[in-house]
């Protein structure tokens, strides 16, 4: 019982992250934070058709959902994507270094079935 | 960010001498062999090397690095934008990374040190990248929803 309300937990949440994308104008502000740095509201809400107040709607949707974070500085309200909202730059490094050593593992195997570099040559 | 986030190094003793090696690396057909690389030409310090990977499954993908140093027989170093990027995003105006390949005679054989560093710079395409891929795997999802809930 305990397993099924977890399950039903996580589907809940799940659906407060997919109802916060299923909207254009929080799909164009999450690409606006793409950049992953701290932006005004104002930032945020220019060249959108939208109302500041539709946006900063918009913004606490996102928040509530876990994909952005909000903070005052000073009279400005500014928000930026949480590092763990989206995949994380992490997975992006751990690709490259994977491709690293199957680079250095061909390398490897290069040079020992180098026909030069055999006994012979000494 | 911290160093752990900002780069890769990785050790490898090889049985072969300083000098294979050094020729493994820097000649640019040795080099295309194991890197799976189609080189235009030799590499040279301060010259932009071009070609064409030749990896299985990105074949074609551009090769274009900017080759900073090459100090016979301990150091070759480039900057590249990392090939693991969508070859359909222009990033040109991005910043690079280092690849620096440091070569110790270690014995009869060598100790090759490679590190790439300066992931921190590449927050912009980085993060599109993840926001990309996740953005395909929500769409899936949300069509998932959508016909679960329409029945």
């Known amino acids: 019982m305990a397993e099924r309300s977890l399950a039903q937990d996580d589907d809940r949440a799940a659906v407060v992250v997919f109802a916060a994308l299923g909207d254009s104008t929080r799909l164009a502000l999450i690409r606006r934070l793409g950049d992953g740095r701290s932006h005004p509201i104002a930032q945020l809400a220019n060249d959108l058709p939208q109302t500041r107040q539709a946006i900063t709607r918009h913004l606490a949707v996102l928040e509530q959902a876990g994909i952005v974070t909000g903070e005052h500085v000073g009279r400005e309200h500014r928000y930026q994507l949480r590092p763990d909202g989206l995949r994380t730059g992490r997975d992006y490094l751990d690709r490259a270094a994977s491709q690293w050593d199957d680079a250095l593992d061909r390398l490897r195997h290069f040079l020992d079935d180098d026909p030069t570099d055999r006994g012979d040559t000494q | ?151």
């Open chain 2, 1 to 151: 960010m911290t160093a752990m986030t900002d780069r890769i190094e990785r050790t490898v003793e090889l049985r072969a001498s300083i000098e294979r090696v050094w020729r493994a690396i820097t000649d640019h057909r040795e080099f295309g062999e194991w890197f799976e690389v189609d080189l235009d030409g030799p590499f040279a310090a301060g010259e932009v090397s071009t070609g064409r990977i030749t990896t299985k499954g990105y074949e074609g993908a551009p090769w274009r690095v900017q080759v900073t140093s090459m100090d016979e027989p301990n150091v070759l170093a480039f900057t590249w934008h990392p090939y693991d990027v969508d070859p359909g995003v222009d990033l040109s105006d991005e910043q690079t990374t280092l690849v620096e390949f440091r070569l110790e005679a270690n014995g009869t054989g060598t100790r090759l040190t490679i590190t790439e560093s300066g992931f921190d710079g590449l927050a912009d395409p980085r993060r599109l990248e993840a926001f990309r891929s996740n953005n395909e795997g929500w769409s899936i999802q949300t069509d998932n929803i959508r016909r679960y809930v329409d029945g």
